[in-house]
């Protein structure tokens, strides 16, 4: 089964505002993952959350990770159409290996 | 940054063919590589490790006989899907972490078209 779950599980929104992505999972995790991917491409890495962090920024993205509720969200800020791609939490188990949630599609109007 | 390339991006062929996928860790050493299968509008299934020198480990319900996958060398992994029938179409993405734990680089994927 999947670990992470995403919601919304799509999300349209206009140039300029902000959008929010939650994920929750279910098991303890070493550290948690963003990925994006755009239509019919493989996934970018975005950022990564240790478990023993809270929060953390990367440019016009806002992690944040709660490891006691097992929920984590990404916020992308003055979104742009560029920004418009699915979106993926995915958590690290053991060996590396990723799960991934079922994914965000992002539309941002221009 | 470390690169993955991933190919060929796009197969159609005829069902009963055998399809080989490669993926290569251009920059950097990758002793273990993944192979997932995404389906439209889906996330990502992780159909199984592959590691350098040593059998791939599959995960529960991937037919080991279907999907073949060979660690070469420390910067390619092949997926092999033999004797592929139209349920084999999807989109296979190879990944590689540069060190254990850290973020994956990801192939951009193969699109394979099983007629």
């Known amino acids: 089964s999947q670990q992470g779950e995403e919601d919304p599980q799509a999300l349209s929104i206009q140039e300029g505002e902000n959008a929010t992505m939650n994920c929750s999972y279910k098991t303890s995790i070493n550290n948690l993952q963003w990925y994006r991917q755009n239509s019919g491409r493989g996934l970018v890495h975005l950022i990564l959350i240790r478990s023993n962090e809270r929060e953390k920024h990367s440019g016009r993205l806002r992690v944040t990770l709660d490891t006691s509720k097992k929920s984590s969200s990404l916020l992308i800020t003055a979104s742009r159409a560029a920004d418009t791609a699915s979106y993926f939490c995915?958590?690290?188990?053991?060996?590396?290996?990723?799960?991934f949630g079922k994914g965000i599609t992002l539309s941002v109007r221009p | 940054g470390a690169v993955v390339s991933q190919h060929p991006s796009w197969v159609i062929c005829k069902s009963g063919t055998s399809v080989k996928i490669e993926c290569r860790s251009l920059?950097?050493?990758?002793?273990?590589m993944f192979w997932y299968r995404q389906f439209p509008k889906k996330s990502l299934m992780l159909m199984a490790t592959?590691?350098?020198?040593?059998?791939?480990?599959?995960e529960q319900g991937v037919e080991k006989d279907k999907f073949l996958i060979n660690h070469a060398s420390l910067t390619l992994s092949t997926l092999t899907v033999t004797s592929a029938h139209p349920e084999d179409s999807s989109f296979y993405i190879c990944s590689a972490p540069v060190r254990h734990r850290e973020p994956q680089h990801f192939g951009d994927g193969t699109r394979l078209s099983i007629l």
């Open positions: 995915a958590t690290t188990g053991a060996n590396s290996k990723l799960t």
């Open positions: 592959s590691n350098e020198g040593s059998k791939a480990t599959y």
């Open positions: 920059d950097f050493q990758a002793t273990t």
